[in-house]
């Protein structure tokens, strides 16, 4: 394997650019498609957060694992919007995400009997994470 190749001949270098997400360039993509982006910054957040003290790898997996999940990021949102944390752009933001159409097939099994709205939430943080959040704080990987 040659410097900068990984597995199979992919070269790092030919990877395409992250789109531009930056401001109102952000409402050109689908809440949907923000907030999978969204939820794999949240996480690596979480598995930063949650690296120290060292520790089992099951016990950062089990953190991270219930800090991800839609019901603490929606009692995360809720929270912070009862502080009065979230900016009237993030706010908006937020709505924004929230109100996205979703899928039944989209919805986790315990969320399906009423809980529709605990996973709005938690998409709308995903969806504020990597339009706004990811931008401002940067992770280097």
């Given at each position: ?111 399906k ?17 990597r339009?706004?959040?990811?931008l ?6």
């Amino acid at each position: 394997m040659s410097d900068g190749e990984d597995i199979d001949g992919l070269v790092f270098a030919d990877f395409p650019p992250m789109p531009d997400l930056e401001g109102s360039r952000a409402r050109e993509w689908s809440p949907q498609s923000l907030a999978f982006l969204g939820d794999s910054v949240w996480e690596l957040y979480m598995r930063q957060k949650y690296f120290m003290p060292r520790s089992h790898v099951a016990a950062y997996h089990n953190k991270v694992r219930d800090a991800v999940k839609a019901e603490a990021q929606a009692a995360f949102v809720d929270q912070l919007l009862e502080e009065a944390f979230w900016s009237v752009d993030e706010q908006a933001l937020l709505k924004w995400g929230r109100n996205a159409a979703i899928k039944g097939s989209a919805l986790p099994k315990r969320l399906k009997q009423g809980k529709q709205n605990i996973y709005r939430q938690a998409s709308a943080l995903e969806c504020l994470v990597r339009t706004h959040l990811a931008l401002l704080f940067p992770v280097e990987i």
